[in-house]
């Protein structure tokens, strides 16, 4: 009896079951865990491996990443139209190969130091002031101030600025139900697109009450990881880009190095080197002989920018 009167004693018993009758324990997950009085094994005893103190019965199975990945046949496994969706991407830069071979101008954007184009840029590519490359004034391959030709615009040189989230590695602006490709416009740390500033100077925001005093990017370039006032537009010829070390001809396409992607980029299908092969017949891409400047490369080797820093595309894929 307990001490109390009326109450019956429950000892020997668990939460008033009978005494012979085992308490219900916890379920386990199915994780690996040490059990209850051997902790101090694992702290002062047991087998020692790969530098840890493991207790009897249990094993250590050490983690390495891999020592070779391939990120194309990654890229295929997660997207089934990768070609299509390679394809997409570098069309505008797949039109700016095609007029350099014709013309013999290369117009690109990149940082002065670096030994590859950021962007290839085409006359359909459009300039900080709001219009085009083709609305801007003839062009050569010497130029180095493109003024513009519209009426009214103060524009005095052809600057790149990208017309496309994905040209900053925004990706994810396509996925919005609302999102109009035509209207997206870079914009300034003070949140008024590129067109919003002044095309001279310090492009200063037009905007009545905004007191940014020149166009200051919050964006990155998707090939080099650096800021948009970075880089420059140059317009250059053939022996021009080839006496400072810069790709011309075949080597002009983008992912010249890896002919998989190359290829889809020319197609939007990994269909081996067919439609390269006759274009290289047809006089459209020139065999032009290396520059030196485009070392041969797999699947797990950046592309070498110069400058003293190493980058490379970092596609996202989603």
């Known amino acids: 009896m307990s001490g109390k009167p009326g109450v019956k004693s429950n000892v020997g018993s668990s939460k008033g079951k009978p005494s012979g009758t085992k308490a219900k324990q916890p379920a386990t997950s199915g994780k690996a865990v040490v059990p209850r009085g051997t902790r101090s094994v694992a702290r002062h005893g047991g087998n020692q491996e790969h530098g840890v103190i493991v207790p009897e019965g249990y094993t250590v199975r050490k983690i390495e990443p891999a020592k070779n990945y391939d990120v194309i046949s990654f890229a295929r496994a997660m997207n089934p139209d990768l070609g299509p969706r390679v394809k997409k991407l570098f069309d505008p830069e797949r039109e700016a190969v095609l007029e350099a071979q014709e013309t013999g101008i290369y117009v690109g954007w990149r940082c002065p130091e670096f030994k590859h184009d950021c962007q290839r840029v085409s006359s359909k590519s459009k300039c900080f002031c709001g219009h085009l490359l083709g609305e801007h004034a003839h062009y050569t391959g010497r130029s180095v101030m493109v003024p513009c030709k519209q009426s009214g615009c103060k524009c005095k040189a052809f600057a790149w600025i990208p017309s496309r989230p994905e040209e900053i590695g925004e990706f994810w602006f396509q996925r919005r139900r609302d999102f109009v490709p035509e209207e997206w416009r870079a914009k300034c740390r003070c949140k008024h697109t590129h067109e919003d500033h002044d095309p001279t100077g310090l492009r200063r925001c037009k905007h009545r009450g905004c007191?940014?005093?020149?166009?200051?990017?919050?964006?990155?370039?998707?090939?080099?990881?650096?800021?948009?006032?970075?880089?420059?537009?140059?317009?250059?010829?053939?022996?021009?880009?080839?006496?400072?070390?810069?790709?011309?001809?075949?080597?002009?396409?983008?992912?010249?190095?890896?002919?998989?992607?190359?290829?889809?980029?020319?197609?939007?299908?990994?269909?081996?080197?067919?439609?390269?092969?006759?274009m290289m017949e047809a006089n459209q891409l020139q065999a032009l002989p290396p520059s030196g400047s485009n070392p041969s490369a797999d699947n797990n080797t950046p592309f070498p920018f110069g400058g003293g820093k190493t980058s490379g595309f970092k596609p996202v894929y989603d």
């Not at 880089?231 to 998989?260: C, M």
């Not at 990994?270 to 390269?276: A, E, I, L, R």
């Open 211 to 278: 007191g940014c005093g020149a166009f200051d990017s919050p964006f990155l370039c998707a090939a080099c990881d650096r800021h948009w006032e970075d880089h420059e537009t140059f317009f250059e010829t053939a022996d021009e880009r080839q006496k400072n070390g810069l790709p011309v001809g075949a080597d002009y396409l983008p992912f010249s190095e890896i002919p998989s992607l190359r290829n889809m980029v020319l197609t939007g299908e990994d269909d081996g080197d067919m439609t390269y092969m006759k």
